[in-house]
DNA sequence: ATAATTGTATTGTGCACTTAATACAGTCAT
DNA sequence: ATGACTGTATTAAGTGCACAATACAATTAT
């Protein structure tokens, strides 16, 4: 579990982003109970108060509830979350695609470099 | 020519890419003249002091260079701009199969995906 | 020469984000 | 009942971003 955070980002959307993607792909089950405020807090080495306003972010999009002094809890709804899964892997698509025709590549272009990134798994390069 | 922000973001690090992507897009020729700081705050609606931050910014990268009190340019080496714009979308591209591995899908999900986002030029669905 | 235009610098103000340090009310285990 | 947990709220401080309003030196156009 690694809790890496962009400089130039409010850490609490990244917080946001980070818990919405476990739930998304499996690592938090429909159901389960989050760890409290605080020890998610310290897990992800954020202020508690953060942590609070990224949670707060959460439940807005519906995939956590809170039990007011018991906890906070994952949806039940499975069919919502897989729904949400195939939405946003069809939203991250549709942005590769729109990054690339912003610079200057047609989409036909994505099928090579598809084939290009996952033969060379080396580097992270940054711009420069 | 359009100069829309993501509130969630520094508008001079948005004014970064947004410039950049224009000179790997060919938008900005190589060795052509920038207009002024000013008129490209004004055009951008942001303080000349915002927009100044960002040319600064992107001078680090050596896309352009500045000449004391007549402009700035775009550097002339088409050869670099040519080899950044490959690089830019081999991480883009890495960067998509990062994300959809985080979704809990498999690269392999990468292909149906273009093809169904090809298919329905929609919707932008944000989250909810 | 004069005026306009270049990049650059400075000072001040307002706002959002983050951390820190507390505090309170309700629930649960003992 | 006591103490340890829950989520939540408040106040204060520090930081970075963005804007506003100027100002200056050097080049260019007239």
Same mark, same amino acid.
């Given at each position: 579990?690694?809790?890496? +955070?962009?400089?130039?980002?409010?850490?609490?959307? *990244?917080?946001?982003?980070?818990? *919405?993607?476990?739930?998304?792909? $499996?690592?938090? *089950?429909? $159901?389960?109970?989050?760890? =409290?405020?605080?020890?998610?807090?310290?897990?992800?080495?954020?202020?508690?108060?953060?942590?609070?306003?990224?949670?707060?972010?959460?439940?807005?999009?519906?995939?956590?509830?809170?039990?007011? #002094?018991? $906890?906070? +809890?994952? #949806? *039940?709804? @499975?069919?919502?979350? @897989?729904?949400?899964?195939?939405?946003? @892997?069809?939203?991250?698509?549709?942005?590769?695609?729109? !990054?690339?025709? =912003?610079? $200057?590549?047609?989409?036909?272009?994505?099928?090579?470099?598809?084939?290009?990134?996952?033969? =060379?798994?080396?580097? =992270? !390069?940054?711009?420069?």
């Amino acid at each position: 579990m690694v809790w890496s +955070f962009d400089a130039d980002r409010p850490i609490y959307l *990244q917080l946001v982003e980070h818990i *919405q993607q476990k739930i998304l792909n $499996g690592e938090f *089950q429909p $159901g389960e109970k989050l760890p =409290s405020v605080r020890d998610l807090a310290a897990t992800a080495a954020v202020n508690p108060n953060t942590m609070q306003k990224a949670l707060a972010e959460l439940e807005r999009g519906g995939l956590v509830f809170t039990q007011r #002094t018991s $906890g906070r +809890f994952i #949806t *039940q709804d @499975a069919a919502k979350i @897989a729904r949400l899964r195939e939405r946003a @892997a069809l939203n991250l698509t549709r942005r590769f695609l729109a !990054d690339l025709t =912003s610079l $200057g590549l047609p989409p036909s272009a994505a099928a090579a470099l598809l084939a290009a990134a996952q033969k =060379s798994e080396n580097r =992270s !390069d940054v711009s420069d």
